[in-house]
């Protein structure tokens, strides 16, 4: 029940409500649980809810560590 | 004075579809001459008669005969609507016989209480798709039932044309190395339909792909030697897969596929991700498959691209033995799957 | 797609995969679970399972909530529906999945019971607000990524006083999921692991220190990974190499969305709105204590089953399926004498054929190529 997807926020109508953007389809969702939330941030959306923010440099470094080639271990917590 | 035949016309802009209109009687009449005559005006409808005399048939050719059912919700979509939707799918189910389609009938079913305004304008739709393709609209047929019983309209188009002897088209003549071709991407049009759902809403701008394939197919059957073009199917409702494991049965053979072939419109592909729908089982209206030898793959694949509706065409798969006759695919990342049929109705997944 | 894409690119996947070739004792075997079904589903439609060498085997667990909904549950909606007349609106998930006396969710609203999809917790809600005169009830099911939503409904609804809205609350929980997995091993009812692939999404919401008590007290590696193939390739890649140096740790291969607290906004709002049940019924696993939810006392106005008291009861699965074994790991869809005959998408039987992230269904639907080359020997 995980089917999640990072995506855009590309207008904020209220605390509650925003508009994202995936790969150019839009739709409305709540925001209730990412009161942080900036427009142009990055959000996870699952049933019609953002229910965390996306951490750009994080999300590089994760690529990075795609990449690496062998010794260095994984991300620690 | 009398006047003379006065019949008061139909209130097109506010009446609604009622029972008297499908009892037979004047209003009936009324309903036929002012809407639908009028939208399909052609010599034979012109006659007035409940059927039409079509003329012989050339010698070496052969009847194709094709019908079709259309309950599509909601009644217009981004790009088309049922009327349009009806006689593009009856043309091309003529057309992937390798036939030209040259004549369709069509039956109503109409919910009472629709729109007079509404019906007017899916009829003329109707009406301007079969001229577009050139393609007449002979006889048809009216009833109206109850409301509740019947979702707004139900169109069933039923369509004939003519098929030289030069090809043999069927799903049963793929063989071990022919090619698989598609004529362009695919989901769009259940993408748009979906999108225009009332529990699924979201601004896109996809559009359905419903097209008329007759002359693409035409082209195809004009560049190919007989004996070279083995299969034409148009992926309709299940989506390609569904259509690719038809013919993989039908022929008793396996299909590889490559899906970095695949054509995919990235707002699909979103919307796809969006609503967790697999676009591989998503209804097309306006693509074709066509299955050809491998010695004319190729040409095949100019002959799409140098049309206006297979300028994305792309190479997808290989016919291969499989006493399964599975459909699997390599995937993007390098991996191995099934593509199986498909399961029920494809209802968004949230998982 | 930002953030999609790059995650699935296939040089990326091939050096991961070369990576984890490179890295496994040849000696040893792997059994790593994935929990989430999510993964399970990535898993099966990427075909990763050809880029990982024979002796990592990937074990699916439980972590699909409809695979684990009991159909007695599934009768509830039903009998609501068809018994009480209210809108029962469900995610599409649930829609297909066979229940009693040969009914569906889909087939009883061919009966005329007023099923709705919807898309989310909100839609249900507006659609109490635009039916006043109408019950509307929401099937609530999913792990702690759908309960968030589920709690901020049922909040809006208490705020508004809309008094013809209510909740079928059958939300599951995913840490005591995975203890029942670690301590059924020892008993030999669960297979043995030498490690887990966390879930991407639900440990947004819980945080990666959730996880700590199976790296400490069970001793297990875990690995949260994303929901992108390539995540899960190197979540992989890191619990070979926990197991190849004899770690176990939580480590956390999804940075970009997991931190170690979690969304307190989310944790909040589930603690507001619901309570531990004591014990509930797992499909394929049995009654498990402390894994589900139920709505508060604050919020008991909008429980389901205290307004309608829907008749629950057990309902059996049937006698040769192996769900049981399938959802512990200690048995394969292939070991099942119904899968792929009486059991498969279309007729499933079973828990782990009714949803495409089962591990039967999965199987089936993308991996079954497979087995002929096992058959053919």
Known sequence: ?77 | MVKKNYIRPLDLNNGRVDMNHGAGGRASKQLIDEIFAKAFDNEYLRQGDDGARLPALPAGSEWVMSTDGHVVQPLFFPGSDIGKLAVHGTINDVAMMGATPLYLTCSFIIEEGLALSTLKTIVESMGQAARDAGVSIVSGDTKVVEQGKGDGVFISTTGVGIASTKHTISGTNARIGDVVLLSGSIADHGVAVLAQRESLQFDSQIESDSAALHTLTAALLDALPAGTLKTLRDPTRGGLATTLNEIAVQSQVGIELMESSIPLKPQTEAACELLGLDPLYIANEGKLIAIVSPEYAQTALSTLRAHPLGEMASIIGTVVADEHCFVQMQTRLGGRRVVDWLTGEPLPRIC | ?377
């Not at chain 3, 998930?93 to 009883?108: E, F, H, Q, W, Y």
């Not at chain 3, 809309?162 to 005591?176: G, K």
């Not at chain 3, 509930?280 to 307004?307: C, H, I, Q, T, V």
């Not at chain 3, 079973?350 to 639907?365: F, L, N, P, R, W």
């Open chain 3, 1 to 377: 797609m930002k953030y999609i894409d790059e995650y699935r690119d296939p040089a990326a996947a091939k050096a991961i995969s070369a990576r984890i070739h490179a890295e496994v004792d040849p000696a040893r075997e792997y059994k790593l679970m994935e929990f989430c079904g999510g993964h399970t589903h990535a898993i099966a439609r990427y075909g990763v399972t050809e880029l990982l060498p024979p002796n990592v085997k990937m074990i699916h667990g439980p972590g699909c909530p409809v695979c684990v909904l009991p159909i007695g549950r599934i009768d509830q909606a039903i009998e609501l529906a068809l018994k009480h007349n209210v809108i029962l609106c469900t995610y599409g998930d649930t829609m297909r999945v066979p229940a009693s006396d040969g009914l569906s969710l889909i087939k009883a609203k061919a009966r005329g019971a007023d099923v709705r999809m919807v898309y989310s917790a909100s839609d249900a809600l507006q659609l109490a607000r635009d039916n006043p005169e109408r019950e509307v009830v929401f099937f609530a099911i999913g792990f702690e990524t759908t309960t968030p939503p589920t709690a901020m409904v049922a909040q809006a609804a208490l705020r508004e006083g809309i008094s013809n809205f209510s909740i079928l609350c059958c939300h599951v929980l995913t840490p005591p999921a995975i203890a029942y997995i670690l301590d059924s091993a020892p008993k030999g009812e669960a297979v043995t692991l030498e490690g887990f692939v966390g879930p991407a999404h639900v440990s947004i919401i819980i945080g990666s220190d959730a996880y700590a008590p199976f790296a400490k007290n069970y001793q297990k590696p875990v690995v949260i990974a994303g929901f992108e193939p390539l995540d899960v390739l190197q979540a992989i890649l890191m619990l070979v190499r926990q197991v190849n140096e004899g770690r176990h740790e939580v480590e956390n291969e999804f940075i970009r969305a997991v931190n170690p607290t979690g969304n307190a906004a989310a944790i909040d709002a589930m603690a507001d709105v619901f309570e531990l049940r004591e014990t509930f019924e797992w499909r394929g696993l049995g009654e498990m204590p402390k894994s589900a939810l139920r709505l508060n006392k604050k919020y008991r106005a909008l429980d389901a089953e205290l307004k309608f008291s829907p008749n629950y009861q057990s309902v059996p699965d049937h006698k040769q399926c192996e769900c049981a074994a399938i959802l512990r790991g200690v048995k394969t869809p292939i070991d099942c004498k119904l899968f792929g005959n009486v059991c498969t998408p279309e007729s499933p039987t079973g828990a782990c054929m009714v949803s495409s992230e089962g591990a039967c269904a999965a199987h089936y639907s993308y991996g079954r190529f497979r087995d002929i080359a096992i058959a053919k020997g």
């Open chain 1, 1 to 77: 029940m995980c089917l999640a997807l990072p995506a855009k926020i590309v207008a904020i109508h209220s605390p509650t409500q925003a508009t994202i953007d995936l790969g150019g389809i839009k739709k409305d969702i709540s925001i209730e649980l990412v009161p942080d939330v900036k427009l142009n941030d990055y959000v996870v959306v699952h049933v019609g809810y953002a229910i965390g923010l996306i951490e750009p440099e994080e999300a590089e470094r994760t690529l990075q560590l795609f990449g690496e080639l062998g010794q260095i271990e994984g991300a620690q917590t």
